[in-house]
């Protein structure tokens, strides 16, 4: 997976392995649902070796292992399925 980030020259690839972790300044403790793991933005890639990578589509930045299960940002966002089912479509 790899995301397009701006530069002078134009867009430039980069892939997710390289995109830089989320720090204590965007990232808040929480003690409830409201977690990075249950944001519409959190996605989990196989990274080299299958290692998982977390990460945030939001901020297009990763998250330390652990912190997805107790932290949140201010972009925090209802999943799409909680939201509308599973497949509003068919409805």
Same mark, same amino acid.
């Given at each position: 997976? !790899?995301r397009?980030a701006g530069?002078?020259a134009?867009?430039?690839?980069? %892939?997710?392995?390289e995109w830089?972790f989320l720090d204590?300044?965007?990232l808040? %403790?929480? !003690?409830? !649902?409201k977690?990075c793991?249950?944001?519409?933005?959190?996605?989990?890639?196989?990274?080299?070796?299958?290692?998982?990578l977390l990460t945030c589509?939001?901020?297009?930045?990763?998250?330390a292992?652990?912190e997805?299960?107790?932290h !949140?940002?201010?972009g925090?966002?209802?999943?799409?399925?909680q939201?509308r089912g599973w497949?509003?479509?068919?409805?």
């Amino acid at each position: 997976m !790899r995301r397009a980030a701006g530069d002078a020259a134009g867009t430039l690839d980069q %892939p997710v392995e390289e995109w830089p972790f989320l720090d204590q300044q965007v990232l808040v %403790p929480s !003690r409830s !649902r409201k977690v990075c793991m249950t944001c519409h933005w959190f996605r989990h890639h196989s990274g080299v070796n299958c290692i998982p990578l977390l990460t945030c589509q939001l901020h297009q930045s990763l998250l330390a292992q652990g912190e997805h299960l107790t932290h !949140r940002c201010q972009g925090w966002t209802d999943d799409m399925a909680q939201q509308r089912g599973w497949a509003p479509e068919a409805g």
